[in-house]
C-alpha cells in the first residue's frame, strides 16, 4: 500500500536533537492529520491541515512543530523531546468536502526518546 | 469535545465464535462512526462505517449497529477466524462547526485474540 507514505519508519533520538518526520499522500487528498499513539490510550489528534492550512492544533507542546508545504506533503519537526514522548506517530489524509470523511492512515514511525 | 468510551479492552474469543465490541460517544451531533482495524506493526485500516441514518450496516462477517438514542454503537464480528486477531478502534465524528475535514475522536481500543 503506498496511499500514505511515513519516513522513517523507526527512529530513536536523544533529548537534544532535531529530527523529523515526513508524510506524504498519493490520493489526492487537501487535508492531513498527525495522530500519537501511545500504548493503552486512544489515538491523540494532535494537528489538522486543511488545504495547507493548520485548522487544529490540540494543545500540543511547541516541541512539536508541524509544517504543510503543499498538500500532499506533512512534516512534524522534533525539538528537545522527553522520554514520555515516545510513541508511534501516523500520519493520515482525507478528502476536504463532504462530512465526515474517511481517513487514510500511514504505518506511523515508531519514536524513541532516549 | 467529543468523549469516546469503548469496551472490553481485550477480548479473546475461540475460533467460530462472535465476538462484539461496544462504543459510547458523549457529543449528540456525532453523525459518522467509523471502525479501524490494526494489526501488530501496521497501519490502521477503516472496515466499516455508519451514518447516523441509518440503524444497522453489514459487510460479510462484520456488522455495525447504531442507538442513536442511547448514543452507542457495536461492531459485531461473526465466525471469527485467527485472522481477524488486532486491535480494533471505534471512532465518532460531527459537522459540528461546517468544517470540511473529519475530526475523529477515538476510542481506547480493543485487542481481539481469536484462538484456533
Known amino acids: 500500500e503506498t496511499g500514505v507514505t511515513q519516513t522513517p519508519r523507526h527512529l530513536v533520538m536523544g533529548m537534544t536533537n532535531k529530527k523529523s518526520l515526513k508524510c506524504e499522500q498519493h490520493?489526492?487528498?487537501?487535508?492531513m492529520y498527525w495522530y500519537k499513539q501511545s500504548a493503552k490510550k486512544p489515538l491523540e489528534l494532535m494537528f489538522v491541515?486543511?488545504?495547507?492550512?493548520?485548522?487544529e492544533n490540540n494543545s500540543v507542546p511547541s516541541r512539536f512543530s508541524p509544517e504543510c508545504p503543499n498538500s500532499s506533503h506533512l512534516f512534524l519537526h522534533l525539538h528537545t523531546l522527553q522520554p514520555e514522548d515516545s510513541a508511534l506517530y501516523l500520519c493520515?489524509?482525507?478528502?476536504?468536502?463532504?462530512?465526515?470523511?474517511?481517513?487514510?492512515f500511514g504505518a506511523g514511525t515508531r519514536l524513541s526518546v532516549l | 469535545g467529543e468523549n469516546v468510551e469503548q469496551h472490553p479492552s481485550t477480548l479473546s474469543v475461540q475460533e467460530g465464535d462472535s465476538a462484539v465490541i461496544k462504543c459510547t460517544y458523549s457529543?449528540?451531533?456525532?453523525?459518522?462512526f467509523p471502525w479501524y482495524k490494526q494489526e501488530l506493526g501496521k497501519r490502521p485500516q477503516l472496515i466499516i462505517d455508519?451514518?447516523?441514518?441509518?440503524g444497522e450496516k453489514k459487510d460479510q462477517r462484520i456488522a455495525v449497529t447504531l442507538n442513536k438514542t442511547a448514543k452507542h454503537f457495536s461492531l459485531h464480528i461473526t465466525e471469527t477466524q485467527p485472522e481477524d486477531s488486532a486491535v480494533y478502534f471505534c471512532?465518532?465524528?460531527?459537522?459540528?462547526?461546517?468544517?470540511?475535514?473529519?475530526?475523529?475522536?477515538f476510542g481506547q481500543g480493543t485487542i481481539l485474540t481469536v484462538h484456533p
Open positions: 493520515a489524509s482525507s478528502q476536504s468536502s463532504g462530512l465526515a470523511n474517511i481517513q487514510y
Open positions: 491541515y486543511n488545504f495547507k492550512e493548520q485548522t
Open positions: 455508519i451514518r447516523s441514518n441509518v
Open positions: 471512532a465518532a465524528s460531527s459537522d459540528a462547526g461546517g468544517t470540511s475535514y473529519g475530526k475523529l475522536t
Open positions: 457529543d449528540s451531533a456525532s453523525n459518522y
Open positions: 490520493l489526492g487528498h487537501n487535508a
